[in-house]
Nanobody, 127 residues
Framework: QVQLVESGGGLVQAGGSLRLSCAAS????????MGWFRRAPGKGREFVAA????????YYADSVKGRFTISRDNAKNTVYLQMNSLKPEDTAIYYC????????????????????WGQGTQVTVSS
């Protein structure tokens, strides 16, 4: 069983930055693919970014490419989402997700790829 705990959400003005963290339990964290998804008010869950295990290939949704960066620190069992140039449309609950099975290509974009989910952290961007 893998437990994920997100932190770092909050209220920020448009153009500002936030860094989300997701701490994971598990002895083989470096093998896990990790993803960030979000759910905006009245909308479905949306892929944001993912990072594969081992080689750390990264993927981004077009809406965040160039503004968000996903990274991982395997020594700390933690994945990060650095969010810059935030926009009001980035307002959502952000969820961290993990799969011990890794992922590849378009599979990393799909929520059902991931076996474990955090409780979510609220990000609110004011205009």
């Amino acid at each position: 069983q893998v437990q994920l705990v997100e932190s770092g959400g909050g209220l920020v003005q448009a153009g500002g930055s936030l860094r989300l963290s997701c701490a994971a339990s598990g002895r083989t964290f470096s093998n896990y693919a990790m993803g960030w998804f979000r759910r905006a008010p009245g909308k479905g869950r949306e892929f944001v970014a993912a990072i594969r295990g081992r080689g750390s290939t990264t993927y981004y949704a077009d809406s965040v490419k160039g503004r968000f960066t996903i990274s991982r620190d395997n020594a700390k069992n933690t994945v990060y989402l650095q969010m810059n140039s935030l926009k009001p449309e980035d307002t959502a609950i952000y969820y961290c997700a993990a799969t011990p099975s890794d992922c590849s290509g378009s599979g990393c974009f799909i929520s059902r790829t991931y076996d474990y989910w955090g409780q979510g952290t609220q990000v609110t961007v004011s205009s």
